[in-house]
């Protein structure tokens, strides 16, 4: 949808099953956070006598999305009609076997008439109209019918899908995800929202790393439960987000500073550990490896989140990008970076299994849902110095990786600029 297009939208929920909750929104509620979270300007929710709707819309004449309300949405049912929205006509969301999806955009002419057809009392999400009719294909997890209890516990099935991420690593998927989609399904009950959730991870970190920083191993111990435990909340506050919904600039910004505030803190808390467990007092190798890593920590952190936002256009550091290229675009004189995808390294001879799984999973050690549960390890084993070592190198590492790809999206940017040409920011 281009940007200077203003978009109305209106949830038809005078049904009673516009009532139901599934996974802790009404189907009126869902279907009036899918309108606005496709970009609708203003939402109508129609509940009532429909007269209303011809003063609502009275003298605009952008394009309008209607939604029934009678059924489960999620985004991915009008997100296409968004991306194929006609200057003149009907598109129609449509199920895998040519179904009515239950909504549809009309613009021009067509949203005059579907607004006359839903004043009149239309309750179907197709109307007759002189123009042009496209179905659109709706995507995954988009819709599910809600009339009976077997229905609203297959469409509460459906959305639980989404509580596994494309971008979930090993460690996710099969230690952190089992668990905490257990508890997301029960807090989606409640009134907690993922933000919540966040400030209640920064809280944890606080309290692990104050545990930490002694020379009690007992404590260390209590701090790495306290900071393993934290990683599940930490995964809960994604999935309430994108169950009800309610994902925001501001939120994935604050679960990354915690995130990132988290990393540094846990490693400066167990080094400060070694260093009255292990050393002695005044400067130690412990308190230059809290140095070391903090620096190294931080300017990863900053190379990590300048590439995603200067390059990627993103707050979430899963979507770094190790290579960029410049393309085009319809402003003359203007380009863009758009990431490369890394492609996986392939062995010129077959792997035996147990080495290609090795392999596969080594990527993953270097990611701070590895890294929890291999601190907790370590302090049961009270090798807190290997888990300090660990970390710092890591960081060491991490610069020296980063450094080089910062490095080169800084000259390509500066190539852009000697070349006359101006560069677009990802989110223009």
């Not at 006509?89 to 179904?99: F, H, K, M, S």
């Not at 179905?135 to 995954?140: F, R």
């Not at 257990?182 to 790393?209: W, Y």
């Amino acid at each position: 949808m281009p940007v200077a297009l203003q978009l109305d939208a209106i949830v038809l929920a005078d049904d009673p099953l516009a009532k139901v909750k599934i996974a802790g929104l009404t189907a009126r509620e869902r279907a009036t956070r899918v309108a606005t979270r496709i970009g609708a300007s203003r939402v109508l929710v129609v509940d009532g006598p429909r007269d209303q709707v011809s003063a609502w819309r009275a003298g605009r004449t952008n394009p309008v999305l209607v939604i029934r309300a009678d059924q489960l949405v999620h985004t991915p049912l009008v997100a296409p009609l968004v991306a194929a929205i006609p200057l003149e006509g009907v598109a129609i969301a449509v199920g895998p076997d040519g179904e009515d999806g239950g909504a549809y955009i009309a613009a021009g002419s067509a949203a005059r008439a579907a607004i006359a057809a839903i004043a009149a009392g239309e309750n179907a999400a197709t109307f007759a109209v002189a123009a042009e009719t496209t179905k659109v294909p709706h995507g995954e997890i988009a819709r599910h019918a809600i009339g009976t209890p077997e229905e609203r516990a297959a469409a509460q099935r459906l959305l639980y899908r989404i509580l596994i991420k494309p971008q979930d690593n090993a460690i996710s998927r099969f230690i952190f995800r089992p668990l905490s989609s257990r508890l997301t399904k029960l807090l989606v009950h409640t009134p907690v929202t993922a933000n919540m959730l966040s400030a209640t991870v920064g809280v944890m970190i606080a309290i692990a790393c104050v545990l930490t920083a002694t020379a009690d191993m007992r404590l260390v111990i209590a701090g790495a439960a306290v900071q393993a435990l934290s990683g599940y909340i930490d995964c809960c506050d994604g999935e309430i987000a994108r169950l009800k919904l309610l994902s925001s600039r501001f939120g994935a910004w604050l679960d990354t500073l915690v995130d990132e505030s988290s990393t540094l803190a846990y490693m400066a808390a167990i080094g400060w550990h070694c260093h009255l467990y292990w050393g002695h007092p005044g400067w130690d190798i412990w308190t230059v490896g809290i140095i070391v890593g903090l620096a190294t920590y931080g300017w990863s952190i900053y190379c990590i989140y300048y590439n995603i936002i200067v390059g990627v256009g993103s707050a979430n550091s899963q979507d770094y990008a190790t290579k960029f290229e410049v393309v085009p675009t319809e402003q003359p004189d203007a380009v863009r970076l758009r990431p490369i995808p890394t492609k996986p390294l392939t062995p010129a001879r077959p792997l035996p299994p147990w080495l290609d799984a090795i392999v596969a999973f080594l990527p993953n050690i270097v990611r701070r849902d590895f890294i929890v549960w291999c601190a907790l390890l370590f302090a049961v084993l009270h090798v807190t110095h290997v888990s300090f070592i660990i970390q710092v190198t890591g960081g060491v590492v991490s610069a020296l990786v980063v450094t080089k790809d910062h490095v080169h999206l800084r000259l390509l940017r500066r190539s852009v600029v000697r070349a006359g040409q101006r560069l677009l920011s990802p989110s223009t």
